[in-house]
């Protein structure tokens, strides 16, 4: 079945940086899109990243443009989220996802992810 891992949270202050990955296992994890979500206390899952299975287009939500990079290695089967200038606003749950559709075209959207990680938490203090 689809296991998705993520490590790599933690505490940071205000400015600094974190790397989150994800290994994926139990499926063909090239044919796939992926993508990170975050949820905060009270408030919606939201999409933050997606990235498309053949690993030529991502998409960010416009309040980490510029500061977070998604990618991919196929090869490990990992999904990475680099964070930087992080704000106590980027404070949340952070999991990875898998899209429910085998070689997607078109945009992403939070819709097509089927299947999630149990998450990993990243706290930035100010």
């Known amino acids: 079945q689809v296991q998705l891992v993520e490590s790599g949270g933690g505490l940071v202050q205000a400015g600094g940086s974190l790397r989150l990955s994800c290994a994926a296992s139990?499926?063909?994890?090239?044919?796939?899109?992926m993508g990170w979500f975050r949820q905060a206390p009270g408030k919606e899952r939201e999409l933050v990243a997606g990235?498309?299975?053949?690993?030529?287009?991502?998409s960010y939500i416009n309040s980490v443009k510029g500061r977070f990079t998604i990618s991919r290695d196929n090869a490990k089967t990992t999904v990475y989220l680099q964070m930087n200038s992080l704000k106590p606003e980027d404070t949340a749950v952070y999991s990875c996802?898998?899209?429910?559709?085998?070689?997607?075209?078109?945009?992403?959207?939070?819709?097509?992810?089927?299947?999630w990680g149990q998450g990993t938490q990243v706290t930035v203090s100010a």
């Open positions: 996802a898998a899209s429910a559709l085998q070689y997607s075209t078109g945009t992403i959207y939070s819709e097509n992810f089927g299947s």
């Open positions: 990235i498309k299975w053949s690993g030529g287009e991502t």
């Open positions: 139990g499926f063909t994890f090239s044919n796939y899109d």
